[in-house]
């Protein structure tokens, strides 16, 4: 290549076509004094002169090939100007053009056949210069144009590439599961410390009731066990269930606790902190009444094969809905359980089966010497329906239901040997179903 001719720059008000005014042998050579240049106005306009101006037609034609440009796309825009302002040349002798982006030089050189691109640091420099004085060298345009083309068109394509769906807003999901599992270990944690402090004054508390949520309401409700009585069984029955057994059992070892007399004031901060438990626990059971909605508007398809949880927890691992439908099975399969996968490469051992899809149901329901196998298909249907979930336009169950069921006969095959449902006719029923959905 014996060095560019041309730059092509791109406005946010149009595409420009520059011609470099150096002999091309020489610009290589002469990198330092371009460099220079760059800073003088007066300097540069020697190196480089405006051939042709095509303006974009408006903003969302401006934002349409900022998108393509980009995304290194020729868009039939671009395409038709390079063609009209370079100059004809043979098979033999290609126009050098200097481009700003591999990507798209790598697209200009398959779409225009005469040209060949440059994207070298000497291509660089002088973009950069033209881009510092495109105010003066683009003289068809008026002062503040570009100023105001530069902004209008950034604040169009951030909201571009930050879209906000609320069918397809996924970000709420991974924010809601992290929560999730964060409240999950500090309400444990949390309710231990409960239950460790107040087995100081009712030891006998702590083996009678096990479930943390209740145990934390029970101590609001009975905090000096010298106060319980024979009145206040109905009361405490309302804290385990309507059970009475354990409400009078409660009673009995009130009675005879070997727990020791607490304070006024230490009974107080104890109440205080399982009031805390309480609010976190309630907190709990909201958020997750808020995740099941969100999954059943996100990927329905996927709450509905392997529950709300696992597939926003396979949601959050991969960064986004978008990702985990372009991962593949075998992907999905030990998505969680990267560290054993790498370990496992690495002393060639064995590698997982599973990663977060082991807390399925489906795994725990298989045999021990089926659960490779089962994890392998479920895998594979958890990635169609993350596919179908992010990219059909009506959200609907329909796909997993019938996916659910290809993994229950499955199963029941594993078990059995009743051969399970073929895929071509459970997809035929679940679309079926959706057409049906339509309809009504």
């Not at 042709?52 to 034609?61: E, I, L, Q, T, V």
């Not at 409960?194 to 029970?218: C, G, M, Q, T």
Request: charge should be neutral; glycine fraction near 4%.
């Amino acid at each position: 290549m014996s060095g560019v001719q041309y730059l092509l720059f791109e406005e946010p008000t149009g595409y420009a076509l520059f011609k470099v005014a150096l002999a091309p042998e020489s610009i290589g050579a002469r990198l330092k004094e371009v460099q220079e240049a760059v800073n003088d106005l007066a300097k540069f306009s020697k190196l480089v002169t405006l051939v042709s101006f095509s303006p974009f037609k408006g903003a969302a034609d401006a934002l349409q090939n900022a998108n393509d440009v980009a995304e290194g796309t020729v868009n039939d825009e671009l395409k038709e100007f390079l063609k009209l302002s370079l100059p004809k040349r043979s098979k033999k002798a290609k126009i050098t053009l200097g481009v700003s982006d591999i990507k798209l030089a790598s697209s200009i050189k398959e779409s225009v056949k005469h040209v060949d691109c440059d994207t070298s640091e000497v291509v660089q420099d002088l973009l950069r210069g033209i881009r510092l004085h495109s105010a003066k060298l683009l003289k068809q345009l008026q002062d503040g144009d570009i100023e105001r083309a530069q902004l209008g068109l950034s604040h169009a394509y951030s909201r571009a590439k930050v879209q906000f769906s609320v069918k397809k807003n996924d970000n709420h999901i991974i924010q809601a599961i992290a929560l999730l599992d964060q409240l999950d270990k500090d309400i444990n944690t949390f309710a231990m410390r409960v239950r460790e402090w107040y087995s100081w004054h009712f030891p006998e508390l702590y083996k009678i009731v096990s479930d943390n949520y209740a145990y934390s309401k029970l101590i609001l409700f009975i905090k000096n066990k010298e106060d319980l009585n024979e009145e206040s069984l109905h009361d405490l029955a309302e804290f385990v269930n309507d059970d009475a057994a354990i409400a009078q059992s409660i009673i009995d070892a009130a009675r005879i606790s070997m727990g020791q007399d607490i304070s006024e004031q230490d009974m107080d901060n104890i109440t205080t902190f399982a009031a805390k438990v309480v609010s976190l626990s309630d907190y709990r059971k909201q958020l997750h009444g808020y995740l099941v909605e969100k999954m059943s508007i996100v990927a329905p398809n996927l709450s509905e094969l392997i529950g709300e949880v696992v597939g926003a927890r396979l949601i959050s691992h991969a960064g986004s809905l978008t990702n985990l439908s372009k991962y593949p099975a075998s992907t999905v399969q030990i998505l969680g359980a990267e560290k054993a996968l790498f370990r496992a490469l690495k002393t060639k051992g064995n590698t997982p089966k599973y990663g977060l899809i082991y807390h399925s149901t489906f795994i725990g329901k298989a045999a021990q010497k089926n659960k490779g196998r089962i994890s392998r298909f479920l895998a594979n249907k958890c990635s169609i329906a993350s596919r179908i979930d992010n990219f059909a336009e009506t959200p609907s169950t329909r796909f997993g239901e019938i996916l659910k069921k290809q993994v229950e006969e499955r199963l029941n095959f594993y078990d059995t040997g009743a051969p399970p449902m073929k895929n071509a006719d459970a997809m035929k029923e679940a679309m079926q179903g959706v057409e049906d959905l339509m309809e009504e």
